[in-house]
């Protein structure tokens, strides 16, 4: 009974009014769409035309003629009492539809006008509603009505004036919800406050949002109001007196024996009815979601896509080596592109041929504002791009080897052991099922290959080595039960866990405390240090650059615009985007280190991932 | 996680009390003359108001309530008006059968949906198609079209099993699988259909987490994220589904009892309610009220295993 109550709000709230003869459009070029309509109209039309496409009586029993072969009388011959099928059919369908019309009738009135007080006014009236509402679900549907059915008799239309009482929740839920969100709208303030009515603002900002998601549940509770009616009649305990589509199939089935066509008119006309309506309810739910927002795709083939077009990076300004660097190259990045494959089969790009080298020991400063391609440059090195994003061209290698053409099995022996990954976000990165330990151990278990036991000890040098005060107990903590900086360190740990040759960190203190994204630069400055490694580390922030970095490239619009020695660059930034970081920072004057400090602080966690 | 198992019982039995008050309440005011019901029409009027007496329908409804309430904590539910077979043996010999087919169907459906969202989540695509096409015609489709539909392809024509019929599981395993492995189908393809969809949608969901980029960093394998990680995180919301259609399960085995002829509480439910046999009905509203109250409080207990932030509130 309370199967109905799927989600049927679309993501969008709010619904262009211009949109929606798109919508009427869209649906009937959708097959499914249009084909629930096509059944829906035919199986209305036979409701109402019955008496024009029979001349028999539905309930007229010919002894005569028990279950006869169909003839020009009888075109799908007669059932167990000498009844016409095909009347039967037809005026079964009429007292069907009508019968489900009517329980889900009384079910949305029920559950709308329900939810609209609860939702507009609240108090008391919400939770009694809601209390009733889990008793009525507590049932299985189907035993409330055989216990109404003991008490009220066997009456079609009571049965379904019980059944819109037991489905009313799948509206109130809906409306309820809407209204709640809609009712804390700053709009729905103002029109309270400059004097517009209750039923002026519930008629014109809370009922025409949902009134979409009423008809989609309209659709789906009205195929479960199909199905039970026609079950209840099935079992016998129905009306026999009126010709439906359940006492069709009670009779069809006491002689499948002898007869077992018969259940395929009353069957056939059930589950037409049913899948009809359920597509409409989900056709027009997937229309409705699909104007709310842009769908990235699934990857396309590769190949079918247009050539990347990378853009040549002409004016980038190389600054000398101030010292002759004699260690190796670590990883070199050549004229990388990446691109999103768009739902139009185009390609957005977002990293436009980006070059930029690593040298063994070093740690590299890839800074640029939000939306210039460094997290995603990021991403493609470990090759971790979102759905949908691919490394469209260039080469990424790595240790001699290019990371770009290498298995996907090739790749994950490389995640984690040689090149390891700090996020931006420390709350969102942990798993919030599992406790720090277990997500510290079973990297180190795979990557390493030792036991339990060695790996938990390492785990909990590890959490001392980056500064937890009680190792013991955060490794047994689940993430909600740590801060912010604790996460963050935990995350660091499990980055230099599999002693890595180099560490992508991807703003790793943008998200945390101002006291705290000092402490981080420090553990990554000792860290760096001690172990030797190299980190790329990306940021938008020159505080941290000059505070951690020994060389930076400065990245604008998917390409690297300038890169060299971090002294080189402060003392004499060429390139014009370059200066106009500078200055941003240097107009703030002294008071400087706090305001910026701040500045990273509010900035939206996920302005940066773009 | 102590507090929280007490206060889910309690609330639960409170749940259980108010709808046997309610369901005993209407039950009795719409009785009508019992007597004249159990004897028939040849009856005498003084046979039936003796009988009516016997019964203590004359009775005001109220003290009648009250002495229900008392016999029933004490686990009597009184004895059936027709059969005058008492109502616990009634209902406890048919538990087994009932409860034997809704729990199959809930782990087949469980299994299945679990293995065909993760499937449809993953490769997205066709399987993803394919899958929401599954889902809509399982979920459109009456559970009882299906079962008719299976008995006529896979018993009378094809023969593979007995078109009706129970075996005890103690008297033949085999003989108990053939003859529930048709009621039990024909009920677990609807809420297949209905696990299937948040088991991909909650998987796709998950997917997206920031944290399961980190553990791809971290060098492990697709396989163990999906099956250690993902599946755990996106078991709340399933269970939470599965949950709800246990319910549904226990109202679809009425209808599928019917049809398979199997002797369990969905065919006395039918027998009692068409007959009007109050105390049976009562007896079996607090039964199925009752399994209902503990499957939710085993499913929270079950999430609060896997999320732990639900352990500690």
Known sequence: MTESITNVMPDTATEERAARSHLARRLLRNGAALFAFIVLGLIVLAAILAPLLTPQDPNFANIQSLLSAPSAEHPLGTDGAGRDVLARLLYGTRYSLAAALLGTAIAAILGVVGGLIAGYYGRWFASVSSWVISLIMALPGIVVLLAAR????????????????????????????????????????????????DFSIIGRHILSVVRAPIIIQFAFVMGIAIAIQAGLDFLGLGDTSVPTWGNMLNDAFARMYKNPVLLVWPSVAIALTSVALALFANALRDELERSGRVRVRRRRVRGTAPAPAVVLPADVVVHPETTADSREKLLVVDSLVVGYDQPDGSLKQVVNGVSLTVRQGEVHGLIGESGSGKTQTAWSILRLLPEGGRIVGGSVVFGGTDLASLSDTEMRKVRGRRISYIPQEPMSNLDPSFTIGSQLVEPMRIALGIS???????????????????????????????SGGMAQRVLIAGAVSCEPDLVIADEPTTALDVTVQAEILDLLRGLQKELGVSILIVTHNFGVVADLCDRVSVMRDGLIVETGPVRAIFADPQHPYTKSLFDAILEDGAARGHLEHAADRHAPAGGAAS | MLRFTVRRLVSGVILLFVISSVAFLLLNLGAGDVGRRILGPAATADTVALKNEQLGVSEPVIGRYFDWLGHALTGDFGTSWFTSQSVEQAIFSRLAVTLSIVIGATVVSGVIATVLGVWAARRRGWADKLVQVIAVLGFAIPGFLIAIFLVNVFALNLHWFKPTGYVQMSASFTGWLSSVTLPIAALSIGAIAAIVQQVRGSVIDAQRQDWVRTLRSRGLSENRIVYKHVLRNAGGPALAVLAVQFIGLVGGAVIVEQIFAIPGLGQISVSATAQGDVPLVMGLVVVVGALVVIVNLLIDLIQGFLNPKVRVS
């Open chain 1, 150 to 197: 003991a008490v009220l008799g066997p009456s079609l239309w009571m049965a379904m004036a019980v059944f819109g009482v037991l489905l009313a929740p799948a509206f109130f839920r809906l409306v309820y919800t809407a209204v709640v969100n809609v009712r804390g709208e700053l709009f729905v303030d103002a029109a309270r406050v400059s004097g517009v009515g």
């Open chain 1, 452 to 482: 339990s036991a060695d790996a938990k000890k390492r785990a909990l040098e590890l959490l001392a080595r980056v500064g937890i005060p009680n190792p013991e107990r955060t490794y047994a903590a689940y993430p909600h039960e740590v």
